[in-house]
């Protein structure tokens, strides 16, 4: 949160110069995950102190940035303001040569929670969906002998990823045509808060699967988020359309046509992770009236116990 006397951060952003007000926007008019129409806006700024409002669903209980930014937006902020903002919100640099160390961590962290689950699969391809540097995708290339790829639309980052000897797509796996290519262990790794259409996404990472394919993906638990923080501002960013918690998530990929095989609550106690199958879609799965109320209630009560200026 902003709190008196951490003027350094705020002027660390303000240098940055980004005018998010001015950035091209559109509104979502239904709900992305259950296509309800009624919303209740949670939040007016975001942690860095932009002007990002928040909405939520009032039957699902799905939160993301309403209006949110524009793919052509998106792609811009990804390649000239993502990781300076990060940086600037943090107080140290992060950028695609830093983050390599935490991504080789993360990578071996994975990779033992999948390796049990790709036994006997005989896997051959990887598509690491917003696989940034690829740290992760060649990581998981050598450790499973996969053929790999990494989609990201950070052309920076891509760049690196190339360097190390992966297959790179530079775009947004909403807009990928799957065409006949399929993949056998699809990961889409502290990515899917990052999407600018879920649904969509994981209907296409579903087409790409192969029959008998593994998906791996995690989310930043939303409610763990606003709890650490005692805020729902500072859970809130521009860099997440999305903020996804246990049940949204579930709902996500039971309609998506995912089995979930395991969850992995991360060490870090934020992120969840889910090992996933495919399977028949359930169209309708949606979490229980009694969870999003929960949610709800719980945003107000933080919210009042910790006025936030
Ligand atoms: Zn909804």
Redesign the pocket.
Known sequence: MTIAGDRSREDRIAALGYDYARQPTRAHSA?N??G?ERFVTVSHRDRYGYPARADG?L??G?VFLNPVMQADAYTEFYGEVYRPLVSAYHGRLIDAETIQDEQREYATIRAALLAPHLAGRGAKTLLDVGGSTGVVAHHLMQRFELNATVIDPAPLEIEVARKLGLRTLTGFVEDCDPGERRYDLITLCQTVDHLLDVSLALRKIRALLSEGGLFFVDIVDFRAAYRRNGSVEEAIKIDHPFYLTEETAVAFLRRSGFDILAVDYAADHLHIGYVCAPAPDVHDALPARDDVSRQWREIRSIQNRLPDR
């Open positions: 709900c995950l259950c309800e669903c039957r699902c799905l």
